[in-house]
């Protein structure tokens, strides 16, 4: 999935339809408060950002991704008609992994897009498979799959399936589960991160119950098996 966010509806409305053309999931976002609430529902393997915008300057949105621990790595490549070496610089020194100039050929922002994503996830990205009981995730993709039946989770659900399938058995507190997904100065309690358990394994059904409780203590993803 490819996020775009641009203000000019005839720009945004042409790339879209380019890279849906080009085999890519896309969506366009016309403000930054619509992409801010898109990216908490589903991260996108990446963001092609405006620079010029009327309400927030691309800049500011770029280094609020950028300090959010959701996105700080997110793929970003930088659209502007201010096609300036200066600019081109303070796009790449606030954390834009790329930048083009418009106006732009689709040809040359498609296969910019193609050398990002081979950067950021490997040529063997697609392939990477991370599998517990009948819960399968697909991090390049951010696909998950319970008992073959496609999830739609949130970015934090996400984020909290992976962290604990990538180190199965290992029992994690809620602080440090708080401290690793939502970042050391989120202002929240620990109950966040019950509430966001709880509706994970509502969503994986009977796959649910492999995400453990830890009586006292936290969480862990186990092997269902009882101990
Ligand atoms: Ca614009």
Known sequence: MIYMLEDEEGIRNFVIYALKSSGFEAEGFETPPALY????????????????????????????????????????????????????????????????????????????????????YGSSADTEKLSLGGITVYPSKHEVFADGEKVNLTLKEYDLLLMLMRNRGQVFSRDSLLREIWGYDFAGESRTVDVHVRTLRQKLGDCGELIETIRGVGYKAGDGSID
Do not use: Q
């Open 37 to 120: 609430e898109a990216i908490e529902e589903e991260l996108p393997e990446l963001l092609l950002l405006d620079r010029m915008l009327p309400e927030e300057d691309g800049l500011e949105v770029l280094k609020k991704l950028r300090s959010a621990p959701g996105t700080r790595k997110l793929p970003v490549i930088m659209l502007t008609a201010k096609g300036t070496e200066l600019d081109k610089v303070e796009g790449l020194d606030n954390g834009a992994d790329d930048y083009i100039a418009k106006p732009f050929g689709t040809m040359e922002l498609i296969s910019r897009i193609k050398a990002l994503l081979r950067r950021t």
